[in-house]
C-alpha cells in the first residue's frame, strides 16, 4: 500500500537543532523528497535522496534513509524563525507512472 | 526562469456552480500534474499530463472533475458540480519528464472554497 506517514507538530528554539522524521510503506521508492509550505505558497523542494544512499549533506539539511525501517529525516542544524514552515515528505514510486505520495506535513515552529 | 503560474489565486463558489483553474507550467516541462490539498493534508495527485496527454487520471473524481492540456503547454482543470468537499487549495506542478527522480516544481496554488 502507499502511505507516508509524519507528526503534525515540531517546536524548536532558534539555533536548535530540528529534526523531522517521515515513516513510508512502499519498498518500491526510487527517491525520497523533502519540501517545504510557507502559509500561501506553493510547495519548495528542498532536498531529495536516491533510494539506494543513506545519507545526504546539503548546508545546514541533513537527510537520512533508513530503508529497512521505511523511515526517512529531515535535520535542519541552527535552525532560524525563517524556518518555520510545513514539511512535506514525499516517495516516487513507480505505478504505472513515476508518481509522487506525500506525507501529511509537520508544522515546524521556531521560537525566537 | 519564471515559474509555474496559476490562476486565480483565490476563488469562491456555491455548491453546485461550476468553476475553472487555469496553470501554466515552466516552460520546456512536458509533464504536468493537477493536486487537491485539503486543509491539514498532503498533497494528493488528482491528473498527469505528458505533452497533451493523460498519464494517469486513477484519481480524478471523473463524474465532477475534468482536466485537458490541449497544446501540451497550459492546461485548465475544471469542476462542475462543486461540492462542500471540494473546498481545497489545488495546486499545479511541472517537471522536465516523467524519469524517476525528476523534480516537480509547484506553483503558488488556487485556493477554492465552496459554499
Known amino acids: 500500500g502507499e502511505d507516508v506517514e509524519q507528526s503534525l507538530f515540531l517546536s524548536v528554539r532558534e539555533g536548535d537543532s530540528s529534526v523531522i522524521n517521515c515513516t513510508y510503506t512502499?519498498?518500491?521508492?526510487?527517491?525520497l523528497y523533502w519540501y517545504k509550505q510557507e502559509p500561501g505558497a506553493g510547495l519548495q523542494l528542498l532536498t531529495y535522496?536516491?533510494?539506494?544512499?543513506d545519507m545526504k549533506q546539503d548546508q545546514r539539511l541533513t537527510v537520512l534513509l533508513n530503508k529497512k525501517d521505511k523511515h526517512l529525516s529531515l535535520r535542519i542544524a541552527d535552525t532560524q524563525t525563517g524556518d518555520s514552515a510545513i514539511y512535506f515528505c514525499?516517495?516516487?514510486?513507480?505505478?504505472?507512472?513515476?508518481?509522487?505520495?506525500f506525507g501529511t506535513g509537520t508544522r515546524l515552529k521556531v521560537l525566537a | 526562469e519564471a515559474g509555474v503560474a496559476q490562476s486565480p489565486r483565490y476563488k469562491i463558489i456555491e455548491k453546485r456552480q461550476s468553476v475553472a483553474f487555469w496553470c501554466n507550467p515552466i516552460?520546456?516541462?512536458?509533464?504536468l500534474y493537477w493536486y487537491q490539498q485539503i486543509l491539514g493534508q498532503g498533497p494528493k495527485l488528482l491528473i498527469q499530463?505528458?505533452?497533451?496527454?493523460?498519464?494517469?487520471d486513477s484519481q480524478l473524481p471523473k463524474d465532477r472533475f475534468s482536466a485537458e492540456r490541449l497544446k501540451g503547454v497550459d492546461s485548465t482543470l475544471k469542476i462542475q458540480p462543486a461540492k462542500l468537499e471540494d473546498s481545497a487549495v489545488y495546486l499545479c506542478?511541472?517537471?522536465?519528464?516523467?524519469?524517476?527522480?525528476?523534480?516537480?516544481?509547484f506553483g503558488p496554488g488556487t485556493r477554492l472554497l465552496v459554499l
Open positions: 516552460s520546456g516541462h512536458a509533464t
Open positions: 514525499a516517495e516516487s514510486i513507480r505505478s504505472g507512472t513515476y508518481k509522487y505520495i
Open positions: 535522496i536516491f533510494s539506494n544512499m
Open positions: 499530463f505528458q505533452n497533451n496527454g493523460v498519464v494517469d
Open positions: 506542478a511541472s517537471s522536465v519528464g516523467l524519469a524517476p527522480g525528476e523534480t516537480q516544481y
Open positions: 512502499d519498498s518500491s521508492s526510487t527517491y
